[in-house]
């Protein structure tokens, strides 16, 4: 059995599934994940962030206090909405998670990937009928447009939700690398370390209640506030 069959096999996914998911998970994948920090760039520049055993924490602790409480259990929602083409929720979430971005460069950040992601399903020529319905959505983020293409592909949402929180994690890493700066071997050690944290949170993401659901990530707020008045930056967020 192939490398890619036995993954698959471990993640419940056909082959070609898998495939269009690494591609959704890719540095390459057109929409600008890249150019964002989301605050990391702020926390470097005051010292707060100065290696890689600093850096690893601050990215663990957004994951643990922010996305495991309040954007992955969105993506969560969303994704659930897609599949059972639930209008009302689908608005509802997309709504939830545009006003907790709590910034104008995180506002700014989601719309912009949720434009581009949009704008590559429709020049890859995705589902028609999934495309119209995000027609309707003013402003479409990024994780509305992210579970609109998984489900349409049908790959199982917590293989969907992995590799979201995989590729937020990559590129908090390299954003890490380049600015700190950090080596290829530290960057890959990080990467180790932060992995394994991933099963945990797309489990704990997947069964918060409603009402426990909380973008309540102070650090991460001011973080991303004081980058915008930041003096020399290569991110925009």
């Keep these: 059995m192939s490398t890619e069959a036995r993954a698959a096999e471990t993640l419940n996914l056909e082959p070609s599934d898998l495939s269009r998911l690494l591609q959704l998970a890719s540095p390459m994948l057109p929409v600008g994940a890249y150019a964002y920090s989301q605050g990391l760039e702020w926390a470097i520049e005051t010292q707060q962030v100065r290696d890689a055993s600093s850096a690893a924490n601050w990215i663990s602790d957004v994951i643990d206090i922010y996305l495991c409480r309040f954007e992955l259990p969105v993506l969560w929602r969303l994704r659930k909405a897609w599949d059972q083409t639930d209008i009302a929720a689908l608005k509802y979430w997309n ?20 434009y581009s992601l949009v704008r590559l399903l429709d020049d890859i020529d995705f589902d028609t009928d999934a495309l119209m319905v995000l027609e309707r959505f003013v402003p479409v983020t990024f994780p509305l447009a992210y579970a609109c293409a998984t489900s349409g592909w049908h790959i199982p949402a917590p293989s969907a939700v992995h590799a979201y929180v995989w590729s937020w994690a990559e590129n908090q890493v390299s954003a890490a690398m380049k600015t700190v700066p950090l080596g290829q071997a530290a960057g890959q050690r990080m990467l180790l370390e932060l992995g394994a944290k991933i099963p945990h949170a797309v489990k704990a993401a997947s069964v918060l209640p409603d009402t426990e659901l909380s973008n309540f990530a102070p650090g991460l707020s001011i973080a991303g506030a004081r980058h915008e008045t930041q003096y020399s930056r290569l991110f925009r967020s």
Excluded at 96 to 112: K, M, N, P
């Design 95 to 114: 709504g939830i998670y545009s006003a907790g971005r709590d910034t104008a460069e995180a506002r700014a950040e989601t719309l912009q990937m949720g």
